[in-house]
């Protein structure tokens, strides 16, 4: 599964490590996803799963939010939620097209408390949830085991068993792996891995800004060299950092190949989209660019996944390199 991350913040040229030469750039020709009829307004994209082949997201319809989900590329629509509340977020979804996120009620009149779910088969699991409080189906993995919180505290919702508390007063859930580890953001601008096997518990190091990604068992987090320039250092999840990367500004993937998709201030503070590779830096060529405010993942095959801002609103698509 991958997950979106924190908004990041935009740091000075001058503090950003110079950036790699690039290689010949690609160009990237976007191809537009199917969305929802009367969709008059944004389209956002929340999740997808580890294998790229399936996205979630939401439209809003009038005055609801319709759960949206795409299998490669071909458009779905969660059924209305049968506890009759008008908003139907997916979060997360894996491989199988399994399914978590939270519905709500924003009708006048109606209690706003969010509901975690799992989703499968045209059917939906509400996870168990003490009254009056809020829960949210955050991650899911290959095993249909989600992570979430309820109130303010990490939980486990595992498919074959009730819940388990992981932690309390827990940040936002950026992931769950297929053995059990839970990766959260953390204050100062990092990220905290817990194993729900019982396995130690791991505090990456603080960063410098914007929040964590993670992505194929991997956690990226913004900090200073030695040089106080502002790279990505790129972590795995025992807390080893594998390498750094010259991104001064957003990091948005990593597929199967190592390639990782993000973006560096150029002078002027213009964030400039680039694929790193061991072989150096590409720029990217497309028109219109991925916004960096939503989220995105990059293929196996360098496919971008992401949104743009059309005349209609916030739109998701796929960028191809031709």
Known sequence: MKRVLLPCLVVLASLVAAPQASATACQYTKQDLPVPAGAATNVFLNGGSADNSRIVGQTQVGQDTVGTYWANSTLGQLPPSPTGANNVSPLDVNNTGVITGAVTDTRDGMPWTARAFRYENGAYEFLETDAGVESFGRAI?????????HGNDLYLWPRGGGRKLIATNASLVLGITDDGKIVTAAPRFTAKVYDVNGGPTV??????AGGPVMDNNRVFIRERNAAGEIVTAEYDLNGVKITSHPIGSRTFGRNGSGT???????????QVHALWRTTGRTDLVADPMPLVSTYSDITDAATLIGTYRAEQGIRPARWLCS
């Not at 990782?260 to 213009?270: H, L």
Request: glycine share 20%; no cysteine.
């Open 203 to 208: 505090d990456l190091p603080a960063g410098s």
């Open 141 to 149: 993995n290959e095993a249909g085991d989600i992570a979430g919180t």
């Open 260 to 270: 990782v998709w993000g973006t560096y201030v150029r002078s002027g503070f213009t």
